[in-house]
Structures are given as C-alpha cells and as structure tokens.
C-alpha cells in the first residue's frame, strides 16, 4: 500500500493550493483519513480529517479555510487550501488508519506560503 500526495509549492499569502493524496494497493476497513503537516521545528500535527462514515474534523488554525475532501472511486483524498498563511508553510502528509488501528504515511509534499 502506498500513499502519493502531490500539489504542494510556493505560493503567496492569500493564496490557494490543491493537495492531493492517491492511493494504491489496498486498504481495508479505513476507520479514517486525513492530512497532517510538519512545520519548521514543529512536531507533526493534523489538519484535517474524515472517517469512514463522513465526519470531518478540522484544526482550528484552518477552519473556515481549509476542506477536505475524498473521491472513492480515484482512491484519492483531497486538502483544498485557501487563504494561506506564512504559518501554514510545512510539510503536509496524508494518513490513513484502517479499523486495526494500523497506520499508512504518504512522504509528504512540501508547501511555502511566501511573498
């Protein structure tokens, strides 16, 4: 099983970006999915997520500007990033947990939030 996130890349304050996150192989019993990020310094926390059955939890720093968002039938998940900010430059990794508890990491894609 492998996660593939991409979209990430410089951008300028108040702008947008699209990650996104396929993946291949099989995962059975997903209890839940999301996105992740790692700033400068900062340990790894979640941005967002959505279980199995559609509930969605966002960090407050990106409520109101962050959704996300899956596609079942590409096998892919999906961060919608507007009004970014300097302090959202990190590191974002897509997770998956399946109903085991066992966790599946994508590498990560990097996006900078800069004039």
């Known amino acids: 099983v492998q996660l593939q996130a991409s979209g990430g890349g410089l951008v300028q304050p108040g702008g947008s970006l699209r990650l996104s996150c396929e993946g291949s192989g099989s995962i059975r019993n997903i209890h839940r999915m999301g996105w992740y990020r790692q700033g400068p310094g900062k340990q790894r926390d979640m941005v967002a997520t959505?279980?199995?059955?559609?509930?969605?939890s966002y960090a407050d720093s990106v409520k109101g500007r962050f959704t996300i968002s899956r596609d079942n039938a590409k096998n892919t998940l999906y961060l919608q990033m507007n009004s970014l900010q300097p302090e959202d430059t990190a590191v974002y990794y897509c997770h998956v947990m399946d109903t085991t508890y066992h966790n599946y990491w994508g590498q990560g894609t990097l996006v900078t939030v800069s004039s």
């Open positions: 959505v279980s199995s059955g559609g509930s969605v």
